[in-house]
């Protein structure tokens, strides 16, 4: 089978020769693996030589339009944040990334628990091109299969993304569950000289979302960031207790819904409370503005401990028996009349 080979320049002095089993099947397949072997932080765009102007530079938009053999130049985008690694004894690659939705309802909630049957994703092109071959030496003549750095790592992120989605904080079981999972959809990725064939992937895992957490807690997510400094050596025994979700809390300290703020949510909290003091109230209005208001609800209780008392003075409607079990479906994504 013939490579796909591509020359990639980064700067004047700087070209790097590429060569895959398979082209990419999208630009941003490519931008991804340009980025892992070369170790690149910020946000870039491609341009391509073209050979219909004189291998003149063009922007590269459709991935067919590059020749077998290719030469790609990267051009950094303007404004582009730099992700730098961390110092601490959890290090992080520069080649991870964090992908968060950008639409509000996404971003602050999520909208389930943790799966019974964890699915393993689709990794990069290029991982799943390799690992379907290894899959068929292993089930063929049980041939067993190492798995290289750039190709684990890749792995490790696009799990610690999936794992993200329902969890921040999983711990043994689940990250167990999910190394079964991962050797279950690839064979040829069991751990020989262990009992389960997964516990060097669970332990990777464990490190792994260590890594993600701190990328996190960088770019400003609440619930990592809620536990910054607790580790510190000056920190009391009481400051040191980690604030993580339980079992049951899918929506632990969900992010600020886009658009909005702490003073555009405390007018929306001014307007449930006014509402709540009329005789006939509008339902619809305050489920909705209750839904609006539940990150900064959530920070209240979770961040600034305030005492019931206070809670029921400023947040009325949480303690009708409606907003009881809505909220408790904000927080769970469980329908509380379930279990009546």
Sequence with gaps: ?????????????NIKKLTLDVKPHTVDDLKV??????????????????????NAFCNLEVIDDLPAAATVKVVPMQGAPEL??????????????????????????????????????????????????????YLKDNKMFRCPWDMKRNILQVLAEEIYKYDTYPD????????????????????PGCTDGCSGWKNSLYYKMGNFRTKLRRVGCAEVTINSGKGSPGASPQSR?????????????????????????EAIRLVLAEEMKKKTTNATLIATRMDQTFSVRRREIVEAETPVATLKERWPALFTERQVASEFNRVAATNLNEFS
């Design 241 to 265: 207790v980690l604030k993580r979700p339980r079992r049951c809390e899918v929506n632990f300290l969900p992010e600020i819904p886009e658009l909005e703020n702490a003073e555009s949510l």
């Design 172 to 191: 043994e079981h689940r990250l167990r569950s999910v190394a079964r999972a991962l050797i279950g959809k690839h064979p040829c990725l069991t751990e």
């Design 84 to 137: 730098t690694r961390c110092s601490s004894e959890v290090s992080i690659s520069s080649a991870d990334t964090i992908l968060l939705s950008a639409s509000p309802s996404s971003q602050s909630s999520r909208t389930q628990g943790w799966p019974e049957f964890f699915s393993i994703p689709v990794f990069s092109p290029d991982v799943e091109f390799r690992l379907r071959q290894a899959n068929l030496a």
């Design 1 to 13: 089978m013939e490579r796909f080979k591509i020359r990639v320049i980064l700067t004047d002095q």
């Design 33 to 54: 693996i340009i980025r892992e072997h070369c170790k690149l932080q910020e946000d870039f765009d491609l341009m391509f030589e073209d050979p219909d102007f004189h």
